[in-house]
């Protein structure tokens, strides 16, 4: 759904981990800490950028985010590890750092980690460390 002149919502996969499923060891911050490789359908016609946000709305003190990548451009349909698209920057994560900081949830219940592909109709101009 949501193929290049639709309004459809984009289908958004991750080839390291189904939907629901634990994120590998590889992809968490006292693990690898290497981002999830994740492909998506084609944005709705008239998109200008992507914004991709990874966030844990299960935190304790609120909503903590993982990863912000900003810029990516429409004709970009994935992103692997250590390979942004030509004009894409990351963004601050709540950690403190510009890029992506994985799963490193406190002892206790199980969190979950929401992968947000947004399709800006204007370009955002957002800068690295945003």
Do not use: C, K
Request: no cysteine; glycine share 14%; hydrophobic share 35%.
């Amino acid at each position: 759904m949501g193929g290049e002149g639709e309004t459809g919502a984009m289908r958004l996969t991750s080839l390291d981990f189904a939907d629901n499923a634990r994120i590998p060891q590889r992809n968490a911050r006292r693990g690898e800490n290497q981002p999830p490789t994740l492909t998506w359908s084609p944005p709705p016609l008239g998109t200008a950028e992507l914004e991709l946000v990874m966030e844990d709305p299960d935190a304790p003190r609120g909503t903590f985010v993982h990863w912000v990548v900003t810029g990516i451009p429409p004709s970009t349909t994935s992103l692997e590890p250590g390979r942004l698209p030509a004009g894409a920057v990351e963004g601050r994560n709540s950690f403190g750092a510009i890029g992506y900081d994985g799963p490193q949830p406190p002892p206790g219940d199980a969190h979950h980690y929401v992968f947000h592909l947004i399709a800006a109709h204007h370009p955002l101009g957002l800068w690295s460390g945003v």
